[in-house]
């Protein structure tokens, strides 16, 4: 079992920066992809971004982040963190840290159902 903690929302006016940390228990955590989507209001939850197992070299972003988000883990201290730049206020969203499950071999990194433990979410506003 992974539990997963996200911390690090708020408001920002759009162009600013925000930067989101997910803690996640265990002692398998470098090898599990990780994660991060966001659901908006009256939208469906959306792939943000993905980081693979162990030394994190290869990142996935959606076009709509791509170039202003970063992703990356920290496998000593079991966390996933995304760095947010020139915020916008369509980037406005609940931000969920997602877990795949250990060895996890497949490449569908932006489908949600790839995922099989999930944090509570932080909210992310963006004001413009």
């Known amino acids: 079992q992974v539990q997963l903690v996200e911390s690090g929302g708020g408001l920002v006016q759009a162009g600013g920066s925000l930067r989101l940390s997910c803690a996640a228990s265990?002692?398998?955590?470098?090898?599990?992809?990780m994660g991060w989507f966001r659901q908006a209001p009256g939208k469906e939850r959306e792939f943000v971004a993905a980081?693979?197992?162990?030394?994190?070299?290869?990142?996935y972003y959606a076009d709509s982040v791509q170039g202003r988000f970063a992703i990356s883990r920290d496998n000593a201290k079991n966390t996933v963190s995304l760095q947010m730049n020139s915020l916008k206020p369509e980037d406005t969203a609940v931000y969920y840290c997602?877990?795949?499950?250990?060895?996890?071999?497949?490449?569908?990194?932006?489908?949600?159902?790839?995922?099989?433990?999930w944090g509570q979410g932080t909210q992310v506003t963006v004001s413009s």
């Open positions: 980081i693979n197992s162990w030394s994190g070299g290869n990142t």
């Open positions: 997602a877990a795949t499950r250990t060895y996890y071999g497949g490449t569908y990194y932006s489908r949600s159902s790839e995922y099989d433990y």
């Open positions: 265990g002692r398998t955590f470098s090898s599990r992809v």
